[in-house]
Structure formats: structure tokens, C-alpha cells
């Protein structure tokens, strides 16, 4: 099977690729300055184990979201 160039893809595909990618770097932005910002006892484990998860695509920032966060800060 022949790998399509980006060219080769319809403008719907391309404007949902970017769209997905533009998702996914925003959730790793927040996700990390909130690790930074947060102390570390307000993250469930080592902040330095959760800034290597949120590298894993969608899957990482959304699991730090749900399970790495202890507290909330008003």
C-alpha cells in the first residue's frame, strides 16, 4: 500500500487532522503548566512520572486530568 502525501488527502481530512492536532497540543500545554504550577502534594505520584504520560497522545493529559490531580484550587 502507497503512503498518501498530504496533498493527496481531501480538505475535510486535512482540516480534521489539524483540528485533532491542535487538540492534542493543547491539552499537553495545560496539562503541563499544570503539573508545573501545581505542589507536588496536591499530584497523586511523582510530577516528573506524570509529565512523561502526558506525552502519550490524548490518553495521557486525560489521565492526569481524572487521576493525577488530588485537590482542586479555587
Known amino acids: 500500500m502507497q503512503r498518501k502525501r498530504w ?42 512520572l506524570w509529565v512523561g504520560v502526558s506525552f502519550i497522545n490524548f490518553v495521557g493529559p486525560i489521565a492526569y486530568f481524572l487521576f493525577g490531580r488530588q485537590g482542586r484550587t479555587v
Open 7 to 48: 496533498s493527496d488527502l481531501s480538505p475535510t481530512t486535512r482540516l480534521v487532522i489539524l483540528v485533532l492536532g491542535g487538540v492534542q497540543l493543547s491539552l499537553l500545554a495545560v496539562a503541563l503548566v499544570d503539573i508545573i504550577r501545581r505542589p507536588q502534594e496536591q499530584i497523586r505520584g511523582n510530577k516528573w
